[in-house]
């Protein structure tokens, strides 16, 4: 997910004032880095009806190559056609270009959740074979964090405008307030969430963020309480995103009970003044194994 760390501004005053006059007047894709990567045309695709957001391609690309574990057949979904229609849908039509189309708050969440997950798929296919999406580096004059590549200068086109991941996950999807999309958007990496073996629809989508957010926090990868060193073990991305689960409960292992099911939860009652250490994110790229 979008999981690039942007809030070092102190560091990044620096560097600039270290360059002085060099970095007067420079665009960012020499401070920072920028590829654009285009979508597929003409695959055919036609504009949908207000409402009607073809996300049943995307649907139909994730149960093909999507296993139970959340792992991603890369190799396959390349040669998928319908991944490239999907793709080229986004890059027509959005809900900023065409709002007459996304009526709905529940139709433009839906479409910019799949469209992350989407957009993370094309682009590790573009940049295959690669350990992690770490790996996609760009030239630039400054470098902030890792994963800046693939986050950051990487942008893609929806409604025919260029955004990249991390505007798109930061500046829109968590504007609309629900802190259940960290289990939904996946960003290509083993630390992430479980990815889902469907898309995410407007008619069922809040139903289908509680189902991620609770296999989410079920997985003891993601919570779990350890009795012997008297802590609760929390994916980091229970660190980074902290204020948004905050802004639903007191804290954190509340946000947690209420998606933990038994025997968590009973656990998790019983270790509400516990410690919570972060576990270090896995950057592993999340691909089957190769047969």
């Given at each position: 997910?979008?999981?690039?760390?942007?809030?070092?501004?102190?560091?990044?005053?620096?560097?600039?004032?270290?360059?002085?006059?060099?970095?007067?007047?420079?665009?960012?894709?020499?401070?920072?880095g920028q590829a654009d990567l285009?979508?597929?045309?003409?695959?055919?695709?036609?504009?949908?009806?207000?409402?009607?957001?073809?996300?049943?391609?995307?649907?139909?690309?994730?149960?093909?190559?999507?296993?139970?574990?959340?792992?991603?057949?890369?190799?396959?979904?390349?040669?998928?056609?319908?991944?490239?229609?999907?793709?080229?849908?986004?890059?027509?039509?959005?809900?900023?270009?065409?709002?007459?189309?996304?009526?709905?708050?529940?139709?433009?969440?839906?479409?910019?959740?799949?469209?992350?997950?989407?957009?993370?798929?094309?682009?590790?296919?573009?940049?295959?074979?690669?350990?992690?999406?770490?790996?996609?580096?760009?030239?630039?004059?400054?470098?902030?964090?890792?994963?800046?590549?693939?986050?950051?200068?990487?942008?893609?086109?929806?409604?025919?405008?260029?955004?990249?991941?991390?505007?798109?996950?930061?500046?829109?999807?968590?504007?609309?307030?629900?802190?259940?999309?960290?289990?939904?958007?996946?960003?290509?990496?083993?630390?992430?969430?479980?990815?889902?073996?469907?898309?995410?629809?407007?008619?069922?989508?809040?139903?289908?963020?509680?189902?991620?957010?609770?296999?989410?926090?079920?997985?003891?990868?993601?919570?779990?309480?350890?009795?012997?060193?008297?802590?609760?073990?929390?994916?980091?991305?229970?660190?980074?995103?902290?204020?948004?689960?905050?802004?639903?409960?007191?804290?954190?292992?509340?946000?947690?009970?209420?998606?933990?099911?038994?025997?968590?939860?009973?656990?998790?009652?019983?270790?509400?003044?516990?410690?919570?250490?972060?576990?270090?994110?896995?950057w592993g790229i999340n691909a089957?194994?190769?047969?």
């Amino acid at each position: 997910m979008g999981r690039i760390k942007m809030a070092a501004v102190a560091g990044v005053v620096v560097v600039l004032i270290g360059l002085g006059s060099l970095a007067t007047g420079l665009p960012q894709r020499i401070l920072l880095g920028q590829a654009d990567l285009p979508s597929p045309a003409k695959t055919g695709v036609e504009k949908p009806a207000a409402g009607q957001f073809p996300h049943h391609l995307l649907g139909g690309v994730q149960q093909r190559h999507v296993d139970a574990q959340g792992q991603v057949d890369y190799v396959g979904m390349a040669k998928d056609k319908a991944l490239k229609q999907y793709l080229e849908a986004l890059a027509r039509w959005s809900p900023a270009s065409h709002p007459a189309l996304f009526p709905t708050r529940q139709d433009q969440l839906t479409y910019y959740i799949n469209a992350y997950n989407a957009l993370v798929f094309w682009g590790v296919i573009q940049h295959w074979p690669i350990k992690s999406v770490q790996d996609v580096q760009f030239e630039s004059l400054i470098k902030l964090k890792d994963g800046q590549g693939f986050f950051y200068s990487l942008r893609f086109e929806l409604g025919g405008q260029w955004i990249n991941l991390y505007d798109l996950e930061n500046t829109i999807i968590r504007g609309y307030g629900d802190a259940r999309i960290h289990a939904a958007i996946n960003c290509a990496s083993k630390g992430c969430p479980k990815l889902a073996t469907f898309a995410f629809t407007p008619d069922q989508l809040d139903q289908q963020l509680t189902l991620v957010m609770e296999v989410m926090v079920n997985e003891p990868r993601n919570v779990r309480v350890n009795t012997d060193q008297g802590t609760i073990e929390a994916s980091s991305i229970f660190d980074w995103f902290r204020s948004d689960f905050e802004a639903e409960a007191p804290s954190l292992p509340q946000y947690w009970l209420k998606y933990a099911k038994p025997p968590l939860r009973a656990q998790l009652q019983a270790a509400q003044t516990h410690p919570i250490a972060f576990v270090p994110y896995d950057w592993g790229i999340n691909a089957q194994p190769s047969p």
